[in-house]
């Protein structure tokens, strides 16, 4: 029987493209951040998974924060604890897996699993070559899995420098490398304005969307996917980040729909609505009204 979808590799290790044979749903999640995740808007979007039933599934970056190995001034503490960092983040992994089970899962690197790279480059280059210390190694990403990581070269126009999945009408990619800032206000227009063409990002932690018509009468846009990690960085009490997944279906001529599922917190429970069915988790522990 014919697969919903094919998968083939375009820049080797970075890039992949797929095919829709017939349409298809496509869940992407974004910035868990383990072990800074938020377990009950993890719940939450489970729950929305089990309803999509997703043929594919895409971590789109930053799944494990890897905050024990950064540049920035933390507790000398944390420095001991990227073993803790890394269990956490399997355990959250077999408990995505377990509990969805599309065909295929896709992981993208983000920058901060990169962070793992770059520390090996500068503190212990002599091991940055090691299979056992490569990211998808230590969180057990089988051959199920499709990885793709970041290239440290230059490449031609017509390849990838960056993890990124292609569908025929727009790309999936984490969004590091597309430099904006992070005040940025009109933050998926701005993204279209730099690439011009239909793109899926997170890396911002925010829900965003534009799209325009072109003069020929075709919608094109971006879109910016919310986090699942907590909320509330420490080191900005002003920002208040946003939480929830993307569907998107799409069919084998590549005609698609992006519904960026925002999760919204109320009376002591987390909501989100999705093709007419409302979710919902209850909030313990950390109380938000």
């Known amino acids: 029987m014919r697969q919903p979808f094919s998968i083939t590799e375009m820049t080797r290790g970075v890039s992949v493209r797929v095919v829709p044979h017939q349409t298809i749903r496509v869940a992407v999640i974004n910035d868990l ?3 800074f995740h938020d377990p009950q808007a993890i719940a939450l979007c489970l729950q929305v998974l089990q309803t999509v039933t997703p043929d594919l599934v895409i971590i789109n970056g930053d799944f494990i924060d890897f905050f024990a190995i950064s540049r920035f001034d933390r507790s000398p503490q ?3 604890m990227v073993g803790e960092e890394i269990k956490e983040a399997r355990k959250v992994l077999q408990r995505l897996t377990t509990q969805c089970q599309p065909r295929k899962w896709i992981f993208l690197m983000g920058n901060h699993e990169d962070r793992l790279r770059h520390y090996l480059w500068t503190k212990a280059p002599e091991l940055s070559s090691l299979e056992e210390l490569q990211v998808a190694n230590l969180l ?3 051959d199920n899995w499709v990885v793709l990581d ?8 017509g390849c990838d420098v960056v ?3 292609h569908f025929p009408e727009m790309f999936v990619t984490h969004g590091d490398k597309i430099r904006l800032s992070g005040n940025t206000v009109n933050l998926a227009r701005s993204i279209f304005l730099k690439v011009l063409r239909n793109c899926l990002v997170g890396h911002w932690h925010r829900a965003d969307v534009y799209v325009q018509m072109d003069y020929h009468g075709k919608s094109r846009g971006s879109w910016v996917v919310p986090c699942l990690c907590y909320q509330r960085p420490h080191w900005d009490s002003g920002r208040i980040w946003g939480q929830g997944l993307a569907v998107i279906e799409m069919n084998q001529r590549g005609f698609f729909k992006v519904d960026i599922v925002s999760f ?3 009376n002591g429970h987390i909501l989100a609505f999705w093709n007419g069915k409302e979710f919902g988790v209850k909030i313990e522990g950390r109380r938000n009204k």
């Open 33 to 35: 951040h383990v072990p």
């Open 78 to 80: 944390r420095k001991l």
């Open 140 to 142: 057990g990403l089988s």
């Open 150 to 157: 970041y290239t440290d070269v230059p490449q031609p126009v």
């Open 163 to 165: 993890p990124t999945v």
């Open 264 to 266: 919204i917190r109320e």
